[in-house]
């Protein structure tokens, strides 16, 4: 057990907004910190899809795990760990291209992907908060349906978009109209055969679809709903080369990016943006440093586009960069993943977080996340607290500073990742500094108890 250095009783005054001086004051204050222990999924996973819930505001990762007969498995971190939804896998069988969102009205989660028990068609399960329960039909394409993707309206209405094998490999979009998925006008309604789809709704609810075009020699082409018919958007077959790893998103203006790799420049990646007439290129074409796979977002807190890339130029480890107004540039340090690492998904936490899951060779491509954080915030502490703990990370010591708990008996406890206790005492008021320059590296619970109150926070020792 390590030591207590000392205790700061009440004759230091404690300054009420003690927690605002240690939020995010620069970019110096930042850095890509674990979320939970690396390597949670059973076994070796693919076809990753990563979103924050409306409701509680924490990461879910869906995917399917080998350690789980590659059965599709939905996890939430829950602060301290990450932990199976609905405690099984969602899927009744092995189950492929995975994609998650979260209904906008009801913040349930939904889950599309490729039915392997169904003849590789398309299933939806959402989990109504007790266990998971199918959408409309099992396997409910006519067809083989790959790179399934999902997306919903502001009314709450799922849409899903996936390669159809039974129209020709062409473009399908269905929707769930309460009680089946209808086709949204025509089925493959591409011109020619289709991959990477990626489904996004505009602001007012209207779907576009990208999408590999083998009749524009594997350009991209996006192409919207209009009521009545799938029109293009632009041009068909605008991007430089042929293409792959493309993702759509809206801007919070109404402005769709399309970001893609080009076969012709390396893979190296490009993003382009629709202007009402044209495709323009955002930034340097080709701007990453070497091949990569990527998905893009926005960020509703600077309203600036991400993007998330297994960095052929760092070893294929994690970077995460964004587009300042005139450059790409990077989020934190470039290649900041343990290890070389596949299916990186990208998502954005209420307060603006990047955040990236990852399969991770480190660990035996096992699924991993990191979150770009506050140095002295912590991971997904509340701007607003009882308790504040800094530095975080620490090196030699960390102060816990016990805020707005003076009369009542606290009792503190430091416990490692496997449960051991490092350090526990009681005290009344004040800052408690403890010594933890001999912990080993890594992530540990710090536990504050008063009264019938727990809070819960971590920090990570380096």
């Not at 795990?65 to 405690?87: E, H, P, Q, R």
């Not at 913040?107 to 992907?113: K, W």
């Not at 977080?353 to 491509?365: G, K, L």
């Not at 991971?379 to 010591?397: D, L, Q, R």
Request: glycine share 10%.
């Amino acid at each position: 057990m390590k030591r207590i250095i000392y205790i700061l009783f009440i004759l230091i005054p404690i300054i009420g907004n003690t927690q605002e001086k240690w939020e995010k004051s620069s970019p110096s204050d930042y850095m890509w910190m674990n979320v939970g222990s690396t390597g949670f999924s059973v076994g070796f996973s693919k076809y990753l899809s990563l979103a924050f819930s409306p409701t509680d505001s924490l990461p879910y990762v869906a995917f399917s795990d080998n350690g789980c007969s590659s059965k599709a498995v939905l996890m939430k971190f829950d602060k301290i760990n990450w932990t199976t939804v609905g405690g099984y896998p969602l899927s009744p069988g092995n189950a492929a291209f995975e994609s998650l969102a979260f209904n906008t009205l009801d913040g349930q989660p939904y889950v599309a992907y490729q039915d392997n028990t169904n003849s590789s068609k398309a299933t939806v399960r959402k989990f109504n908060g007790t266990y998971w329960q199918t959408v409309g039909l099992e396997g409910f394409s006519e067809g083989d349906a790959y790179y399934t993707t999902i997306a919903f309206n502001n009314s709450g209405q799922p849409y899903v978009a996936y390669s159809d094998f039974a129209n020709g490999a062409k473009v399908t979009v269905m929707k769930f109209d309460g009680t089946n998925w209808v086709s949204v006008g025509n089925p493959g309604f591409s011109a020619g055969t289709s991959y990477w789809e990626s489904l996004a709704l505009n602001p007012s609810g209207q779907p576009y679809v990208a999408f590999v075009d083998y009749e524009c020699n594997q350009k991209v082409t996006v192409m919207r709903f209009n009521g009545n018919d799938w029109v293009v958007v632009g041009s068909s077959g605008f991007s430089a080369g042929p293409s792959e790893c493309i993702s759509l998103a809206f801007s919070p203006f109404g402005e769709p990016y399309l970001l893609y790799n080009d076969l012709s420049n390396f893979m190296k990646t490009s993003v382009m943006k629709f202007d009402g007439v044209n495709w323009v290129n955002v930034g340097n074409y080709g701007f990453s440093a070497g091949a990569s796979s990527n998905c893009l977002v926005f960020n509703q807190s600077d309203g600036l586009p991400y993007i998330a890339t297994e960095d052929e130029g760092n070893t294929y480890k994690a970077t995460v960069m964004k587009f300042d107004g005139t450059n790409w540039v990077n989020v934190g340090n470039e290649g900041f993943s343990a290890g070389h690492l596949s299916y990186i998904v990208l998502s954005m936490s209420p307060t603006g977080q990047p955040c990236v899951a990852y399969t991770d060779e480190s660990v035996y491509f096992k699924v991993s996340s990191m979150i770009y954080d506050s140095l002295f915030t912590g991971i997904f502490e509340p701007k607003e607290a009882m308790i504040s703990i800094y530095p975080n990370p620490a090196s030699i010591s960390l102060t816990i500073d016990l805020i707005n708990l003076s009369g009542n008996l606290i009792n503190i406890e430091i416990d490692d990742i496997k449960g051991t206790v490092m350090a526990k005492t009681t005290t009344k008021t004040g800052k408690l500094v403890l010594d933890v320059e001999n912990y080993s590296p890594g992530i540990y619970i710090v536990k504050v108890k008063s009264g019938n109150s727990n809070w819960i926070r971590k920090f990570c020792k380096y």
